[in-house]
């Protein structure tokens, strides 16, 4: 049996302009989609947990569309498993 994977996400790793609800925003980071790339290569793992971490409300901004873009993108990674 597979050894089971923790996976910890800890977002500031994204780019400024697609979550800046961080604490300290990553200017230049990654992109949703180059997120997915890289996860995917856990793909086929015995992944029993997720977490992802350094969500900042505070940082959110009048638009509230920031934690909506997290949960898209967290149940995008939903389908990498």
Known sequence: MEMPVYLSINID????????????????????RELIRILSGVEGSNVFCVDIVEFAPAYNGADNLRPLRLHRSSMRLRRVW
Request: hydrophobic share 50%; net charge negative.
């Open 13 to 32: 790793i994204l780019g400024v302009a697609i979550l800046p609800a961080t604490g300290p925003p990553e200017a230049g980071g990654w992109s949703i």
